[in-house]
């Protein structure tokens, strides 16, 4: 049996003391599996990996109750300092807009070493060097010229692998992906599958994958949790959940994308 990396117990968030966001949310994830989440908009799913990355605690407008556990360790308790060295320790994340992740006045290059010296003891030399051998990994051409560049002249699709091969970087417990591949074209989207697909397989991280796209959760994701106003209304086995919905908005959400024969977002 995997090993839990991942577990939501009892998650309830609020922001300024209006009807809260999330909604006792409880979920576990495993070693190498990967969690879509789907839902309308609004449901509360970035609210929602924003609590498993530490970022809504020490919000003075936002109550969170309930425990996010990282391999064990509860990171709605820990301090800030704790909390910074596992993010990117522990969890790494891919974010929607890869343009805003970059610093657009410092090189990829200076990125990735500046991370990869942040996490390891290791040299600027070696840096340089596992930056390069990350970029190959993530099957990106010219790695040596990447590093030189700035976030500008590169494109939506080849940032987004860039920041995925960063996540990976110290081959955290947990990568949670929030609509990852929304900014992309269509093929653009298929190479960073295949990228998330390898990290699944190979590093292993238990993640959480949000996205409208439900082609892109049935590809990628092992398990789903179907979300509405604040709530995992339906949760299981992707095929179970794809094949034999029992809730009905997950019969809604999954009727509405066949639509007069074409794909439409949920
Ligand atoms: N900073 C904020 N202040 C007040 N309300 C907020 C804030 N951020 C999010 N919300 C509210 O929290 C709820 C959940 O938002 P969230 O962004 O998690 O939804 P979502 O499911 O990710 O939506 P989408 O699919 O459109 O990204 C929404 O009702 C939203 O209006």
Not at 175 to 201: F, S
């Amino acid at each position: 049996m995997e090993k839990t990396v991942l577990s939501v117990e009892n998650l309830w968030i609020s922001i300024r003391q209006d009807k809260p966001v999330v909604q006792d949310i409880s979920f576990a994830i495993c070693q190498g599996t990967v969690l879509g989440i789907v839902g309308e908009s609004g449901s509360g799913k970035t609210m929602l990996c924003k609590a498993i990355l530490g970022l809504l605690q020490h919000q003075s407008s936002v109550a969170v109750t309930g425990r996010v556990l990282v391999n064990g360790k509860d990171i709605l308790k820990i301090s800030a300092r704790e909390l910074q060295s596992m993010r990117g320790n522990e969890i790494g994340v891919i974010m929607q807009n890869p343009m805003t992740a970059f610093n657009p006045l410092i090189k990829i290059g200076g990125h990735i070493i500046e991370t990869l010296m942040a996490h390891r003891t290791i040299s600027k030399q070696e840096a340089y060097a596992t930056g390069i051998a990350m970029l190959k990994k993530m099957n990106l051409p010219r790695p040596e010229e990447i590093m030189n560049s700035y976030s500008c002249s590169l494109s939506g699709g080849m940032l987004q692998r860039i920041m995925a091969a960063i996540a990976m970087a110290s081959s955290p417990a947990v990568l949670i992906a929030d609509e990852p591949t929304t900014a992309l074209d269509v093929k653009n989207q298929a190479l960073l599958l295949d990228e998330i697909e390898k990290i699944k397989n190979e590093e292993k991280p238990g993640i959480v994958l949000v996205s409208h796209d439900l082609a892109v959760i049935a590809r990628i994701a092992d398990e789903v949790a179907v979300m509405k106003a604040g709530k995992i209304v339906e949760q299981g086995q992707i095929y179970q959940v794809f094949e034999e919905p029992v809730h009905s908005y997950t019969k809604e959400l999954l009727s509405a994308r066949l639509m007069g024969g074409r794909r439409v977002r949920c």
